[in-house]
């Protein structure tokens, strides 16, 4: 676990200054995904108290 932390930041520290064409879709893409899987488990967690709503 300490040898894995360090390498992300530094990972993401070069994504972050990277300023060339090849990391930012792949950044845009990486956020699109992750904004995805909430959307999609947010929409899990809220459906059965939607249903338990329109149930009268």
């Known amino acids: 676990m300490k040898p894995w932390r360090p390498r992300v930041t530094i990972h993401l520290g070069a994504d972050a200054t990277a300023s060339s064409a ?11 995904s992750l904004a995805a899987q909430t959307a ?13 709503e329109m149930i009268p």
């Not at 090849?22 to 699109?32: G, K, T, V, W, Y």
Request: proline share 8%; aromatic share 8%.
């Open 22 to 32: 090849r990391s930012s879709p792949r950044q845009l893409m990486r956020a699109l």
């Open 40 to 52: 999609l488990f947010l929409a899990t967690l809220a459906t059965p108290f939607i249903l338990l």
